[in-house]
């Protein structure tokens, strides 16, 4: 009898840290999805600002951007890190989901630089204008 209350007691603490594994998989997977989210969000209220003339609230806007970034890839080096220590991430649509839009954040704050960017050439050279 007791060799069983033994093996139950071993399966419960076997599901309960899978439980674990799989709720701390969820959390990253969703910090990604959220910060990405944010950053790309902020990195387009950039080029909106810069497309009108206000090129230091474009700047602020990047600024806060990748603030969200970084706590995405925060996130996302404490997965590499537990894969690196043995603990293998079950790959599910979602975590796959969470990667393609830390990218596309990535690539879209980028794009927004450049544009920000760009758009101060513009009005700096007086090829554009502010509204009065």
């Known amino acids: 009898m007791a060799e069983l209350n033994d093996t139950a007691d071993t399966l419960k603490k076997a599901a309960e840290t899978q439980q674990s594994r799989e709720e701390a998989t ?14 790309k969000s902020l990195a387009f209220e950039a080029i909106r600002l810069a497309k009108v003339g206000k090129i230091k609230e474009a ?3 990047l ?6 970034l970084l706590e995405a890839h925060n996130s996302q080096t404490d997965m590499l890190t537990k894969e690196a220590q043995g603990q293998h ?10 990667q393609d839009h830390l990218m596309n954040a990535i690539t879209f704050r980028d794009l927004a630089g450049e544009m920000v960017d760009l758009y101060e050439k513009l009005y700096a050279n007086g090829a554009l204008k502010t509204e009065a």
Do not use: Y
Request: hydrophobic share 50%; net charge neutral.
């Open 63 to 68: 600024a806060e951007a990748d603030k969200s």
């Open 26 to 39: 969820l959390m990253a997977a969703m910090g990604l999805i959220a910060n990405g989210g944010n950053a």
């Open 89 to 98: 991430t079950h790959v599910t649509l979602l975590v796959v989901h969470s």
């Open 59 to 61: 700047r602020e806007k």
